[in-house]
């Protein structure tokens, strides 16, 4: 590139405002112990929960409405078909008996013919009355016509037991709008799972059959009587009889049955939803079976430990209280039938029962659930019936991205707080339950940190470095969450720059947290990590920080602490006291990917940023960055070569990787630093390398396939420090 001149006194100007900036005070690297994020979506002034909440309610109650009108209508209908049906029906079924006409006429006829026999003087027989037969076609046109009007009379049944059941799916007495929100999609999907909409639309139907069944019992009327109604009649009967028995038992004996279904069968449904069919009647049933229950464990506890009480133990064992604790969705079966106040209060102990229910089926905890905090249920959870309710919204309704963001990212608040009161092990399985639910069920197979980490490793017998590790991770955790929903949004419809920016800063806080070791944090790699695919949260592909994708220069600058930060890392435990540490403590095989971001960014801002071309001090602050970077590994390596002895020919940890670092790097702004830099490593690879010296233990480590591979530090390799001063600084040959 040609020189450019430029005035001498703009050129002062423009130191001016670089020292300005550079004296107001370093900033620090990005982390996950920062306060507040600075590319978040902007939390609405109203309640986010209160914003999804509104369309979900409108849709419900105009659907509710609907369904309103409709059974109204089919009531006043089906109440004066009824009362047609009945005029008929009084009628008709007088032919199923003896006319009382024909018997006064048989008797008349039976005195007539005994005084014809007096005055003759002579005898005769009494005449024989055949027994009383109904018609065939009466008794057709009976049986069409009653079971026309049970028909009827069953819609009206049904009709007045589903419009108590819509009251009751209603009702959301003093509750905040998050646990609204959880409720109506649980009550929404039960009315789904438990085919409510199906029973609406059977309503015509069945009236419609009562209507074909009258017309054919009138084309009938005149045809000869049959076989007798009472059984058909009985069976309609008993099939109304038993619905109405169903609907309003089944939601006390629910609990039971899923406790059946999970205890004794091991069959795991998908997670299973209340029954829908609150009525009054029902209602009554729920606190009739929770008074028997209750009763019984009571009486459990007085029976003598004899060979009775062992049988029965094995045959309720976990229904009793001494065995309820810790069995995760079977202890909330026992809490629905803890004296429920309401419909609503049973359907916040099944929000739980279904949460826990999730858990145990993904395998995350067997059979074993996670307790809620001490705090109270609606503090966590619900989570699965949140996370699915916020799924289906995106899918059904059009999306409100911010509103959506600050509810998960509450959710996950929350979960990353929880650690301070449950175990380590609970902890992460709870995340692991939320991340499960952000992952499904279109991309179940996404990457996780903790795929790839173990988290955590207690390094350290001091109790607050302990907890300091413990919460530093469960930030990180919650970053990851916050990425994951930010991928599906980015995925799914939104292109706004703010999702955009906050994905990456989401990005780099983690990165800089893990390679940074705040707090004293030693991440250790999994045992199957180099056949994992790399994180999405970890990820800095080649459409970011390229000078053409629009970030603020302050991830520039965020980019450049870390490549710093982490030369700074490794400068501390080349020590001997971190040695043994070494493989803990830095994310090797993330280095590959941090300084291919980096070249791609040094090589753009330095044939764009340049100072004749780009006078923003902020963009000069970066480019200081970077160029102090190379002067660090410059001066730790002619500090090791000033210290090295004429038999210690080992190279060091910091040689290689900045050699990694250096290597296939063109530049033109820092070519005077670059060059320094380029000229110290042949330095050192002659004392050391090209002396005989290796470090196989680093080598090996970073020839891993899951690393660079082992096609680095070969005689070939190396070949790029032999031509130093030859080097391109052209702008072409950039890697690709």
């Known amino acids: ?215 054919v019992g009138l084309i009938d009327f005149l045809l000869p009587f049959g076989n007798k109604i009472a059984v058909p009649i009985s069976v309609m009967i008993g099939i109304t009889l038993s619905f109405l028995l169903y609907t309003s038992t089944y939601p006390a004996i629910q609990g039971i049955l899923l406790y059946i279904q999970i205890r004794w069968l091991g069959y795991w449904q998908p997670s299973p939803s209340p029954c829908p069919f609150k009525s009054p009647q029902s209602y009554i049933a729920l606190k009739i079976a929770s008074n028997v229950f209750n009763t019984w464990l009571k ?29 995760g969705a079977l202890s909330y079966i026992r809490k629905s039938y803890n004296h429920p106040s309401s419909w609503t209060q049973h359907d916040a102990t099944w929000l739980s029962i279904r949460d826990a229910y999730a858990q145990c089926k993904q395998q995350i905890l067997s059979t074993e659930g996670v307790e809620p905090p001490v705090d109270g249920t609606w503090n966590i959870f619900p989570i699965f019936d949140l996370v699915r309710a916020i799924q289906q919204t995106s899918e059904d309704l059009k999306r409100d991205f911010a509103s959506e963001y600050h509810c998960i990212s509450e959710i996950s608040e929350k979960i990353t707080l929880s650690q301070r009161h449950l175990s380590w092990k609970d902890f992460q399985l709870l995340n692991e339950h939320l991340q499960y639910l952000l992952l499904s069920p279109k991309n179940n197979d996404g990457v996780l940190l903790s795929d790839v980490f173990k988290f955590y490793t207690p390094f350290y017998s001091n109790a607050a470095t302990h907890s300091e590790s413990r919460a530093l991770v469960a930030r990180i955790f919650h970053h990851e969450n916050l990425h994951m929903i930010l991928d599906d949004m980015l995925a799914h419809g939104t292109t706004e720059p703010t999702y955009v920016h906050h994905r990456l800063e989401l990005r780099l806080r983690i990165i800089s947290s893990l390679h940074l070791e705040t707090h004293g944090l030693r991440i250790p790699f999994s045992d199957d990590r180099l056949a994992q695919p790399f994180p999405p949260c970890l990820q800095l592909g080649p459409d970011v920080l390229n000078s053409a994708s629009g970030e603020p220069l302050e ?181 690709t």
Not at 24 to 49: C, I, L, Q
Not at 75 to 97: C, D, H, M, P
Not at 314 to 323: E, Q
């Open 1 to 215: 590139m040609s020189s450019i001149r430029i005035d001498i006194e703009e050129a002062e100007q423009l130191h001016e405002k670089i020292e300005a900036v550079n004296h107001e005070g370093e900033e620090k690297p990005w982390s996950v112990d920062d306060p507040s994020f600075r590319y978040a979506p902007k939390k609405p002034t109203e309640d986010p929960w209160a914003l999804l909440l509104r369309p979900l309610l409108e849709k419900d109650k105009r659907q509710c409405d609907v369904w309103i009108d409709e059974v109204q209508n089919l009531l006043i209908f089906a109440g004066l078909f009824s009362a047609v049906i009945t005029s008929f029906v009084v009628e008709s079924y007088k032919n199923l008996q003896p006319d009382p006409n024909d018997s006064i006429i048989s008797l008349l006829s039976v005195i007539a013919i005994s005084s014809q026999s007096s005055s003759n003087n002579s005898s005769s027989l009494p005449i024989s009355q055949p027994p009383f037969t109904p018609a065939a076609s009466s008794v057709r046109v009976n049986v069409l016509w009653f079971m026309s009007l049970v028909l009827s009379l069953t819609t009206v049944l049904v009709g007045i037991i589903s419009l108590q059941w819509i009251r009751e799916h209603q009702s959301y007495p003093a509750l905040s709008p998050k646990e609204v929100y959880a409720l109506l999609h649980m009550r929404t999907q039960s009315l789904r799972q438990w085919h409510v909409p199906s029973i609406f639309r059977t309503l015509p139907i069945l009236l419609q059959i009562a209507l074909a069944l009258f017309l």
């Open 299 to 327: 009486l459990y506890k007085h029976i003598p430990k004899l060979r009775l009480r062992k049988r029965l133990a094995s045959f309720v064992p976990t229904m009793a209280d001494a065995h309820i604790k810790g069995i």
């Open 555 to 735: 991830f520039y600058y965020q980019l450049a602490l870390l490549v710093e930060h982490i030369f700074k890392r490794i400068d501390e435990v080349s020590s001997v006291q971190y040695r043994k540490q070494l493989t803990s403590g830095l994310l090797f095989h993330h280095f590959p990917k941090i300084f291919r971001r980096a070249r791609r960014t040094v090589r753009s801002i330095s044939a764009l940023w340049t100072a004749p071309y780009h006078s923003d001090p902020r963009s000069q602050k970066v480019i200081n960055k970077f160029n102090e970077t190379f002067c660090f590994i410059k001066d730790r390596l002619e500090e090791q070569l000033a210290a090295q002895t004429k038999h210690d020919t080992h190279p060091s940890l910091m040689f290689y990787i900045g050699s990694l670092y250096a290597k296939d790097l063109v530049t033109n702004y820092f070519e005077r630093d670059f060059s320094a830099l380029l000229s110290t490593l042949k330095v050192y690879k002659q004392r050391t390398i090209d002396a005989g010296g290796r470090n196989s233990e680093i080598e090996t480590m970073l020839q891993n396939p899951g690393i660079y591979g082992p096609d680095v530090f070969t005689s070939d390799w190396w070949k790029f420090l032999d031509f130093v001063q030859h080097l391109d600084t052209s702008e072409k040959n950039f890697e």
